[in-house]
């Protein structure tokens, strides 16, 4: 744990300790199946799921983020402060920066499209059984996802394509992890999670930090 503790805190990123400690926790009880995260940035909680997958023989990792911060619309109009600043960041460093740590494992791969978009290459990877992403190893797919984690757009609308695009990929016994469902400049995820619990979908809720997560029947 010290050793993932360290490289991931150098890579940027908003994912803290706790955090970590709770994707430290939850592994050890995921079903086998691939990992699938929308909205990856610079990686840092995609290289803690890959890292925590390798060592406890999961599955692959899929990174799903078009990387092109320029065309990210507006989160929601409380989070006006975090839009502008949107355009100090520089898409091709950040990509480049992902890349630098994702090749230190040998199971990360990726999808750069908006997630809505992705599902289609995700659905081809998986009829031909591995998933090929430039600069990194092809990894393989089952195309059955063990744990889903939502960090994308957090309007609602947004928050929603994504669950309805690719929870129905989650296996019985997976886990959907929305994160800042409890956050400061919105309430898009928020929104989302409270209708998820309405659902008979999952058998296990229960919030650490800003993340949701749903364990499904």
Known sequence: YSGLHKQFTRIPGQCDDKKLLSLTAITRILPKGDIVEIGVLYGRSAY?????????????????????????????????ILNSKLVEIDSKKVFKVFIANAVL???????????????TDYESAKKEGYLKSDHLDGVSVSGKISLLHVDGSHKYEEVWKDIKTWEPHIISGGWLLLDDYVWSFGSGPQQVGDELLATNDFDTAFCLGDTLFLRKK
């Open 48 to 80: 803690a799921l890959a890292w925590l997958a390798e060592r406890y023989r999961i599955g692959n990792v899929i990174c799903v983020d078009p990387w092109q911060l320029e065309e990210m619309e507006d989160q929601s109009e409380k989070a006006t």
């Open 105 to 119: 494992l040998d199971n990360i791969g990726y999808i750069r499209k908006h997630s809505v978009d992705a599902i």
